[in-house]
């Protein structure tokens, strides 16, 4: 007896202590989160203007808080530019007048060019008619030779014919040279045509780039005033006065905004972000006026969680005729947002963030498991958030996968205990 009695203490001492611990089940409730989230009154454009050439700043009418109504702000003494613009000019009506002697000249070669081409066909025509008269002369010499030889003409009426011959075809040798002369003459003023066009277009070239100057010219000077970007602007900074020199595209001279509409900007946390869509009312309070809440719809959502807050910015656009909107304020939104109805819900302090996954401790039989969860929305139970004899408001946790309805979650001695620990788990009612 003693031995079966001292082989069960030593089975007892070797089996684990089993901890009791309390359990409670999921909820399925509806789950409201409120949060007030501040934004930023945003003008609707706004510029900083800056001058595109460099010049001393003549006149500045406007000051701070003073409103633009009309196109010019400021403008610039540019002397510099406007002596660019003459001589661009006079290089203009210099190259045009170029052109015009060079094509005047064209013109009255082209007419030497069309009185020569006329005479070639008179000198080819002069050219058929020496021909014709040498064969002729050649045909009577032939005649007069064969007379003289059969003595019915004289000797010496043949060698006057064969002379005839011989001026015959001096004749059309010089009518040659004159017809080759003609051509030559042709040849030698088409090349100074070609070489007239090409100095008309060289001048034409030359006109046009000062023209262009001059353009640009007349185009830098009306750089130099200063145009107001919107139909009407509030000046908000100046940074320049009259007299100071302007540095092209860097010295600021004004900063203007056009307020007739502001853009609101929020940003929503991460867990949020998905929460609001466009068009979505919500509801807004001004600084100034904290008490008299308005409706409002988004506008804009930002595409991607800025990486620096972790947040998504939110916009909502307003009018602003009446000017009360101050870009640079704050305003209040005071977002709600609801799970959906029954949702597996638990106590928000029973689940374990930390590093990596979200998890609760869950008693399946007598052991602790450790159970990972997808977590929701965090709020206050919808019996409970507007219920006036309900003092101790219990935030909790939508669980969106991970838990069921039947599962029991640890509630108590979580921070001692580890999965596939021994425990006596004890139901509760539900918090």
């Known amino acids: 007896m003693m031995r079966v009695a001292f082989l069960i203490v030593l089975v007892a001492t070797a089996l684990p202590a089993q901890i009791r611990v309390s ?10 989160s409120r949060q007030t989230v ?11 203007l800056r001058s595109r050439v460099t010049g001393v700043l003549a006149t500045l009418p406007f000051l701070e808080g003073q409103t633009i109504e009309g196109r010019d702000v400021a403008t610039l003494s540019v002397p510099d530019l406007i002596a660019e613009s003459e001589r661009a000019r006079a290089a203009t009506a210099a190259a045009a007048a170029a052109r015009a002697a060079a094509a005047a000249e064209g013109g009255v070669l082209d007419g030497e060019i069309a009185m020569l081409r006329a005479s070639i066909p008179y000198q080819v025509a002069k050219e058929a008619v020496a021909a014709a008269d040498l064969a002729m002369r050649k045909m009577i010499a032939k005649r007069k030779k ?10 010496a009426q043949a060698e006057d014919a064969e002379a005839e011959v011989r001026l015959a075809e001096a004749r059309l040798q010089a009518t040659k040279a004159e017809t080759s002369k ?26 046009q780039a000062a023209e262009a100057m001059e353009k640009l010219s007349a185009t830098r000077i009306g750089f130099a005033m200063i145009k107001n970007p919107f139909k009407k602007s509030v000046v908000t900074m100046r940074h320049v006065d009259p007299g100071e020199l302007i540095e092209a ?21 991460e867990r949020d972000a998905l929460r609001l869509g466009i068009q979505a009312e919500i509801s807004m309070r001004l600084q100034t006026d904290p008490h008299n809440p308005m409706m409002v719809k988004v506008s804009r959502i930002a595409g991607d969680i800025a990486k620096r807050t972790r947040t998504r910015w939110v916009e909502v656009d307003l009018p602003n005729g009446d000017g ?10 005071d977002l709600e947002f609801r799970s959906k109805p029954g949702a597996v819900t638990v106590p928000s302090k029973f689940a374990i963030l930390g590093r990596g996954r ?5 008693a399946e039989g007598n052991r602790v498991v450790r159970r990972p969860v997808v977590i929701g929305l965090e709020g206050i139970s919808e019996k409970q958030i507007d219920d006036p004899t309900v003092k101790k408001k219990i935030p909790r946790y939508e669980i969106v996968s991970g838990l069921g309805p039947d599962d029991q979650i640890i509630t108590s001695s979580v921070a001692a205990l580890r999965a596939g620990d021994a425990i006596t788990p004890v139901l509760e009612k539900s918090k």
């Open 38 to 48: 501040r934004g930023d009154v945003l003008p609707w454009q706004e510029a900083t």
């Open 182 to 207: 003609a051509r030559a003459a042709v040849t030698r003023a088409q090349k100074k045509a070609a070489s007239i066009t090409a100095r008309v277009a060289s001048m034409e070239a030359k006109r």
């Open 146 to 155: 064969g007379l003289a030889s059969e003595r019915a003409g004289t000797p």
């Open 324 to 333: 009360k909107l101050l870009p640079g304020t704050y305003v209040y939104f």
């Open 23 to 32: 359990t409670i089940k999921p909820s399925s409730d509806v789950l409201v």
């Open 249 to 269: 595209d860097t010295t600021p001279i004004l900063t203007v905004m056009d307020t007739s509409k502001v853009r609101v900007r929020f940003g929503l946390q």
């Open 358 to 362: 979200p998890h609760v401790l869950v």
